[in-house]
């Protein structure tokens, strides 16, 4: 069994400022993680993904994250958030083998709002 | 162009009247599934497919039926439609090693009256 918490449903910040978006997970089996971006009206952008390499995972845009094993964490973070920056984030787990019949897992989102 | 292709984008729909999202690649991958989206509560599973003619369902299969003859497509179909099917639904496919990039189609809104 696998499940995804994202910890919090809405994030806001202001624009320059740094950015944290909180993610937890379990999984039976080792993870893959992975980060999407949805902007309004869009469809699922791919930020970046952990697939048990280096923990400290960067993606595009400036987005990074690191996978914490003995936190089951995996918060994205980003060092200065930009206008376009708002959009809603999911975080995704999925068994890193065979094992889980590759079922991906979603959090519930969490919307970022930038603010000048 | 790698894609993950879906149709209708956009639809509305009346309770009872059968309907077919398809869903196609052109990328030789092995894996598909179907989510919907709802507002807080993220992407559900509705059906996977490990392969041609293998599926299984996910966490919210009730409503819909699916098939994969061909490997490239993965057809969603709502048999009688309701209301509470209204949603955003997600087509995806990825390679076979589990930790590869889930690439996702652009979305199909459908909403039932």
């Known amino acids: 069994a696998q499940s995804v918490t994202q910890l919090d449903s809405h994030v806001s910040v202001s624009e320059g400022t740094p950015v944290l978006l909180r993610c937890n997970y379990s999984s039976s089996y080792s993870p893959s993680l992975f980060w999407y971006v949805q902007h309004p009206n869009k469809g699922l952008q791919l930020l970046l993904k952990?697939?048990?390499?280096a923990t400290l995972v960067k993606g595009i845009n400036g987005f990074e994250a690191e996978f914490k094993k003995s936190e089951t964490s995996f918060h994205l973070t980003k060092p200065s958030a930009h206008m376009s920056d708002a959009a809603e984030y999911f975080c995704v787990v999925r068994p890193l083998g065979w094992g889980g019949g590759n079922k991906l897992t979603f959090g519930t989102g969490t919307q970022l709002k930038v603010e000048l | 162009e790698a894609q993950v292709t879906q149709n209708p984008r956009y639809l509305i729909t009346v309770t009872g009247k059968k309907l077919t999202v398809t869903c196609s690649q052109n990328?030789?991958?092995?894996?598909m599934s179907w989510y919907r989206q709802d507002p807080g509560l993220g992407l559900r599973q509705i059906y996977y497919s490990m392969n041609v003619e293998v599926t299984d369902k996910g966490d919210v299969p009730e409503g819909y039926k699916v098939s994969r003859k061909e490997k490239r497509n993965f057809p969603l179909i709502l048999e009688s439609p309701s209301p509470n099917q209204t949603s955003l639904y997600f087509c995806a496919s990825s390679p076979r090693p589990s930790g590869n990039t889930i690439y996702f189609g652009e979305g199909s809104w459908l909403t039932v009256v």
């Open positions: 990328m030789n991958h092995e894996y």
């Open positions: 952990y697939t048990s390499a």
